[in-house]
Protein backbone atom coordinates (compact mmCIF):
# COMPACT_ATOMS: atom_id res chain seq x y z
CA UNK A 1 0.00 0.00 0.00
CA UNK A 2 1.39 3.24 -0.86
CA UNK A 3 -0.22 6.18 1.59
CA UNK A 4 0.21 9.90 2.26
CA UNK A 5 -0.11 11.53 5.56
CA UNK A 6 -0.79 15.18 5.84
CA UNK A 7 -0.04 16.00 9.16
CA UNK A 8 2.53 13.19 9.26
CA UNK A 9 5.03 14.92 11.89
CA UNK A 10 2.40 15.46 14.92
CA UNK A 11 1.94 13.54 17.52
CA UNK A 12 -0.68 11.70 15.63
CA UNK A 13 0.27 11.65 12.88
CA UNK A 14 3.55 10.41 13.45
CA UNK A 15 2.69 7.89 15.23
CA UNK A 16 0.03 6.61 12.53
CA UNK A 17 2.97 6.60 10.21
CA UNK A 18 4.93 4.23 12.92
CA UNK A 19 2.25 2.12 12.65
CA UNK A 20 1.96 2.03 8.27
CA UNK A 21 5.75 1.66 7.92
CA UNK A 22 5.94 -1.37 10.35
CA UNK A 23 2.80 -3.00 8.22
CA UNK A 24 4.89 -2.29 5.08
CA UNK A 25 3.07 0.40 3.67
CA UNK A 26 4.91 3.29 1.70
CA UNK A 27 4.23 6.22 3.27
CA UNK A 28 4.74 10.14 1.91
CA UNK A 29 4.47 12.76 4.44
CA UNK A 30 3.15 16.24 3.73
CA UNK A 31 4.05 18.64 6.90
CA UNK A 32 5.02 22.19 6.93
CA UNK A 33 6.39 21.93 11.01
CA UNK A 34 4.02 24.28 12.53
CA UNK A 35 3.41 22.17 14.89
CA UNK A 36 4.61 19.00 14.00
CA UNK A 37 8.16 18.22 14.03
CA UNK A 38 10.91 16.38 12.33
CA UNK A 39 12.23 14.85 15.78
CA UNK A 40 8.46 12.61 15.82
CA UNK A 41 9.64 10.98 12.72
CA UNK A 42 13.46 9.98 14.06
CA UNK A 43 12.58 6.31 14.13
CA UNK A 44 10.81 6.11 10.92
CA UNK A 45 12.99 8.14 9.08
CA UNK A 46 15.98 5.51 10.38
CA UNK A 47 14.41 2.59 9.93
CA UNK A 48 12.26 3.57 6.83
CA UNK A 49 14.61 4.13 4.12
CA UNK A 50 13.42 4.69 0.91
CA UNK A 51 9.58 4.07 1.88
CA UNK A 52 8.99 7.34 3.77
CA UNK A 53 9.51 11.08 1.74
CA UNK A 54 8.62 14.07 3.65
CA UNK A 55 7.57 16.51 1.91
CA UNK A 56 7.91 19.89 3.65
CA UNK A 57 4.61 21.92 2.75
CA UNK A 58 1.60 23.54 3.89
CA UNK A 59 -1.10 22.14 3.43
CA UNK A 60 -3.19 25.34 1.65
CA UNK A 61 -0.01 25.02 -0.86
CA UNK A 62 -0.86 24.46 -4.73
CA UNK A 63 2.11 21.74 -4.90
CA UNK A 64 0.08 19.72 -2.67
CA UNK A 65 -2.23 18.67 -5.46
CA UNK A 66 1.10 18.16 -7.68
CA UNK A 67 2.81 16.03 -4.92
CA UNK A 68 -0.82 13.65 -4.78
CA UNK A 69 -0.61 13.64 -8.85
CA UNK A 70 2.67 12.37 -8.82
CA UNK A 71 3.02 10.06 -5.51
CA UNK A 72 -0.53 8.70 -6.59
CA UNK A 73 -1.32 7.26 -2.84
CA UNK A 74 -3.66 4.45 -2.71
CA UNK A 75 -5.02 6.19 0.70
CA UNK A 76 -5.02 9.77 1.83
CA UNK A 77 -4.48 10.10 5.43
CA UNK A 78 -5.61 13.78 6.25
CA UNK A 79 -4.65 14.97 9.47
CA UNK A 80 -3.06 18.22 8.97
CA UNK A 81 -5.02 20.94 10.75
CA UNK A 82 -5.69 24.05 12.92
CA UNK A 83 -6.22 22.36 15.92
CA UNK A 84 -6.77 24.71 18.51
CA UNK A 85 -10.06 25.49 19.79
CA UNK A 86 -9.39 28.50 21.33
CA UNK A 87 -6.73 30.39 18.35
CA UNK A 88 -10.00 29.60 16.03
CA UNK A 89 -11.84 31.79 18.14
CA UNK A 90 -9.25 34.31 18.06
CA UNK A 91 -8.61 34.62 14.39
CA UNK A 92 -11.40 31.94 12.42
CA UNK A 93 -10.55 33.38 9.17
CA UNK A 94 -6.86 31.69 9.38
CA UNK A 95 -8.95 28.89 11.08
CA UNK A 96 -10.77 28.22 7.92
CA UNK A 97 -8.12 28.94 5.79
CA UNK A 98 -6.16 25.85 6.95
CA UNK A 99 -9.28 23.41 7.88
CA UNK A 100 -11.23 24.22 4.70
CA UNK A 101 -9.35 25.52 1.54
CA UNK A 102 -6.23 22.95 2.94
CA UNK A 103 -8.59 20.33 3.01
CA UNK A 104 -9.97 21.12 -0.68
CA UNK A 105 -6.47 20.87 -1.81
CA UNK A 106 -5.80 17.20 -0.14
CA UNK A 107 -9.38 16.44 -1.99
CA UNK A 108 -8.32 18.09 -5.40
CA UNK A 109 -5.27 16.07 -5.35
CA UNK A 110 -6.39 13.04 -4.04
CA UNK A 111 -8.59 13.07 -7.12
CA UNK A 112 -6.01 14.22 -9.87
CA UNK A 113 -4.13 11.23 -8.38
CA UNK A 114 -7.38 8.97 -9.05
CA UNK A 115 -6.60 7.89 -5.15
CA UNK A 116 -9.03 5.40 -3.03
CA UNK A 117 -10.39 6.33 -0.37
CA UNK A 118 -9.38 9.28 2.51
CA UNK A 119 -9.68 8.67 5.72
CA UNK A 120 -10.43 12.24 7.49
CA UNK A 121 -9.69 13.13 11.10
CA UNK A 122 -12.99 14.95 12.32
CA UNK A 123 -13.74 16.45 15.70
CA UNK A 124 -16.40 14.50 17.81
CA UNK A 125 -15.63 17.17 20.29
CA UNK A 126 -16.89 19.73 18.47
CA UNK A 127 -19.11 18.45 16.02
CA UNK A 128 -22.00 17.74 18.24
CA UNK A 129 -21.73 21.25 19.73
CA UNK A 130 -23.38 21.19 23.28
CA UNK A 131 -25.94 18.83 23.37
CA UNK A 132 -28.18 17.89 26.02
CA UNK A 133 -26.29 15.92 28.81
CA UNK A 134 -28.88 13.07 28.44
CA UNK A 135 -27.89 12.81 25.23
CA UNK A 136 -24.03 11.42 26.70
CA UNK A 137 -22.06 9.30 25.25
CA UNK A 138 -22.90 11.20 22.02
CA UNK A 139 -23.89 9.85 18.61
CA UNK A 140 -23.32 10.35 15.33
CA UNK A 141 -27.19 10.90 14.35
CA UNK A 142 -26.84 13.73 16.61
CA UNK A 143 -27.41 16.65 14.84
CA UNK A 144 -24.09 18.98 14.27
CA UNK A 145 -24.04 22.28 15.49
CA UNK A 146 -20.75 22.94 16.40
CA UNK A 147 -20.11 26.24 18.35
CA UNK A 148 -16.58 27.31 17.86
CA UNK A 149 -14.98 27.95 14.30
CA UNK A 150 -12.82 25.22 14.93
CA UNK A 151 -16.07 22.60 14.89
CA UNK A 152 -17.55 24.96 12.08
CA UNK A 153 -14.22 24.37 9.60
CA UNK A 154 -14.01 20.43 10.90
CA UNK A 155 -18.36 20.03 9.84
CA UNK A 156 -17.72 22.12 6.44
CA UNK A 157 -14.37 19.73 5.54
CA UNK A 158 -17.18 16.38 6.08
CA UNK A 159 -19.34 17.92 3.58
CA UNK A 160 -17.42 18.78 1.22
CA UNK A 161 -15.97 14.72 1.48
CA UNK A 162 -19.79 13.49 0.60
CA UNK A 163 -19.82 16.27 -2.07
CA UNK A 164 -16.71 14.74 -3.76
CA UNK A 165 -17.87 10.69 -3.16
CA UNK A 166 -20.82 11.85 -4.67
CA UNK A 167 -19.57 14.10 -7.74
CA UNK A 168 -16.23 12.64 -8.12
CA UNK A 169 -16.39 8.44 -6.87
CA UNK A 170 -13.82 9.70 -4.02
CA UNK A 171 -14.51 7.67 -1.01
CA UNK A 172 -14.06 8.87 2.99
CA UNK A 173 -14.13 7.74 6.02
CA UNK A 174 -13.86 10.00 8.47
CA UNK A 175 -13.00 9.59 12.52
CA UNK A 176 -15.05 11.58 14.42
CA UNK A 177 -12.08 12.10 17.45
CA UNK A 178 -12.40 12.28 21.20
CA UNK A 179 -9.23 13.67 23.34
CA UNK A 180 -6.23 12.13 21.92
CA UNK A 181 -3.15 11.77 24.26
CA UNK A 182 -0.06 9.85 24.09
CA UNK A 183 3.67 9.86 23.75
CA UNK A 184 5.49 12.99 21.38
CA UNK A 185 2.07 15.41 22.18
CA UNK A 186 3.25 18.68 23.00
CA UNK A 187 3.77 19.83 26.63
CA UNK A 188 3.99 23.07 25.91
CA UNK A 189 0.97 24.03 24.13
CA UNK A 190 -2.69 24.13 25.36
CA UNK A 191 -4.27 22.03 23.61
CA UNK A 192 -2.47 18.31 25.41
CA UNK A 193 -4.00 18.71 28.39
CA UNK A 194 -2.30 15.21 30.02
CA UNK A 195 1.16 16.24 28.50
CA UNK A 196 0.64 19.68 29.68
CA UNK A 197 -0.08 18.60 33.18
CA UNK A 198 2.70 15.82 32.83
CA UNK A 199 5.24 18.44 32.03
CA UNK A 200 4.52 20.74 34.63
CA UNK A 201 3.86 18.53 37.58
CA UNK A 202 7.45 16.51 36.49
CA UNK A 203 9.08 20.22 36.95
CA UNK A 204 7.34 20.24 40.25
CA UNK A 205 5.56 23.75 38.77
CA UNK A 206 1.75 24.69 39.81
CA UNK A 207 -0.98 23.43 36.81
CA UNK A 208 -3.72 25.88 35.74
CA UNK A 209 -7.01 24.40 35.35
CA UNK A 210 -9.59 26.75 33.30
CA UNK A 211 -12.98 26.78 34.78
CA UNK A 212 -13.79 24.61 37.99
CA UNK A 213 -12.33 21.09 36.59
CA UNK A 214 -15.83 19.74 36.27
CA UNK A 215 -15.81 19.86 32.76
CA UNK A 216 -15.44 16.41 31.14
CA UNK A 217 -13.38 15.10 28.00
CA UNK A 218 -13.19 11.30 26.51
CA UNK A 219 -9.83 11.02 26.60
CA UNK A 220 -8.14 8.21 24.15
CA UNK A 221 -5.05 7.16 23.99
CA UNK A 222 -3.11 7.74 20.46
CA UNK A 223 -2.23 3.96 19.58
CA UNK A 224 -5.79 2.91 19.61
CA UNK A 225 -6.89 5.88 17.75
CA UNK A 226 -4.37 5.18 14.92
CA UNK A 227 -5.59 1.41 15.30
CA UNK A 228 -9.23 3.22 13.89
CA UNK A 229 -7.05 5.30 11.29
CA UNK A 230 -5.71 1.85 9.82
CA UNK A 231 -8.95 0.00 10.10
CA UNK A 232 -10.93 2.90 7.94
CA UNK A 233 -8.60 2.22 4.90
CA UNK A 234 -10.82 -0.54 4.04
CA UNK A 235 -14.06 -0.37 6.32
CA UNK A 236 -16.51 2.72 7.01
CA UNK A 237 -17.05 4.14 3.74
CA UNK A 238 -19.24 7.07 3.17
CA UNK A 239 -19.41 7.05 6.63
CA UNK A 240 -18.68 9.25 10.04
CA UNK A 241 -17.33 7.00 12.90
CA UNK A 242 -16.94 8.59 16.51
CA UNK A 243 -13.40 7.52 17.88
CA UNK A 244 -13.83 7.50 22.10
CA UNK A 245 -14.14 5.36 25.00
CA UNK A 246 -17.57 6.61 25.99
CA UNK A 247 -16.87 7.24 29.41
CA UNK A 248 -16.26 11.03 30.64
CA UNK A 249 -13.49 12.46 32.84
CA UNK A 250 -13.33 15.24 34.59
CA UNK A 251 -10.33 17.31 34.19
CA UNK A 252 -10.27 17.38 37.85
CA UNK A 253 -10.27 13.53 38.01
CA UNK A 254 -7.45 13.80 34.99
CA UNK A 255 -5.05 16.12 37.24
CA UNK A 256 -5.50 13.81 40.05
CA UNK A 257 -4.02 11.00 38.15
CA UNK A 258 -1.45 12.33 36.79
CA UNK A 259 -0.37 14.24 40.03
CA UNK A 260 -0.53 10.22 41.78
CA UNK A 261 1.33 9.12 39.14
CA UNK A 262 3.69 11.79 39.19
CA UNK A 263 4.02 11.48 43.04
CA UNK A 264 3.44 14.91 44.36
CA UNK A 265 1.03 16.96 46.26
CA UNK A 266 0.24 20.44 44.31
CA UNK A 267 -3.30 21.52 44.31
CA UNK A 268 -3.67 22.77 41.23
CA UNK A 269 -4.65 26.82 40.15
CA UNK A 270 -8.06 27.71 38.98
CA UNK A 271 -9.43 30.23 36.38
CA UNK A 272 -11.66 31.43 34.64
CA UNK A 273 -13.24 29.16 31.67
CA UNK A 274 -11.99 29.59 28.19
CA UNK A 275 -14.79 30.65 25.56
CA UNK A 276 -15.54 28.58 23.17
CA UNK A 277 -15.42 25.08 25.09
CA UNK A 278 -17.82 22.06 26.24
CA UNK A 279 -18.78 22.18 29.36
CA UNK A 280 -19.11 17.51 28.85
CA UNK A 281 -17.80 15.26 26.02
CA UNK A 282 -18.09 11.57 25.65
CA UNK A 283 -18.47 9.86 22.16
CA UNK A 284 -20.47 6.42 21.99
CA UNK A 285 -17.92 4.59 20.27
CA UNK A 286 -20.85 1.81 18.57
CA UNK A 287 -20.74 2.82 15.14
CA UNK A 288 -16.82 2.33 15.08
CA UNK A 289 -17.09 -1.28 16.94
CA UNK A 290 -19.91 -2.52 14.10
CA UNK A 291 -18.48 -0.62 11.08
CA UNK A 292 -14.58 -0.68 11.75
CA UNK A 293 -14.24 -3.56 14.70
CA UNK A 294 -12.67 -1.16 16.45
CA UNK A 295 -12.41 -0.51 20.20
CA UNK A 296 -10.28 1.73 22.66
CA UNK A 297 -8.43 -0.96 24.52
CA UNK A 298 -6.01 1.57 26.61
CA UNK A 299 -7.19 2.13 30.34
CA UNK A 300 -6.20 6.29 31.29
CA UNK A 301 -3.84 4.85 33.86
CA UNK A 302 -1.83 3.27 31.33
CA UNK A 303 -1.47 5.72 28.52
CA UNK A 304 -0.93 8.65 31.62
CA UNK A 305 2.17 6.39 32.42
CA UNK A 306 2.97 6.15 28.84
CA UNK A 307 2.79 9.81 28.73
CA UNK A 308 4.90 10.38 31.88
CA UNK A 309 7.39 7.89 30.48
CA UNK A 310 8.12 9.67 27.30
CA UNK A 311 8.15 13.17 28.94
CA UNK A 312 11.52 11.61 31.41
CA UNK A 313 12.93 10.50 28.84
CA UNK A 314 12.88 13.37 26.29
CA UNK A 315 12.76 16.78 28.62
CA UNK A 316 15.30 17.98 31.04
CA UNK A 317 14.56 19.45 34.27
CA UNK A 318 14.62 19.70 38.18
CA UNK A 319 13.10 16.71 39.84
CA UNK A 320 9.58 16.91 40.65
CA UNK A 321 8.58 18.51 44.60
CA UNK A 322 7.66 15.55 46.49
Not at 101 to 111: D, F, K, N, P, Q
Not at 212 to 221: I, K, S
Not at 269 to 290: F, I, K, N, T, V
Request: glycine share 10%; with cysteine.
Amino acid sequence: MRALVTGGAGFIGSTLVDRLLAEGATVDVVDDLSTGSLVNLAEARAGGGRRLTVHHLDVRSPEVVDVLALRRPDVVFHLAAQADVRLSVADPVRDADVNVLGTLRVLEGARAAGCGRVVFAASGGTLYGEPDPSDLPFRESLPTRPLSPYGVSKKAAIDYLVAYRELHALEFSALALANVYGPRQDPHGEAGVVAVFGQRLLSGEPVTIFGDGAQTRDFVFVDDAVDAFVRAVTKGGGLVCNVGTGRETSVNALYAEVARQVGVDLEPRYAPARPGELQRCSLDPSRAAMQLGWKAWTPLAEGVRAVLEHLREHTEGPPATR
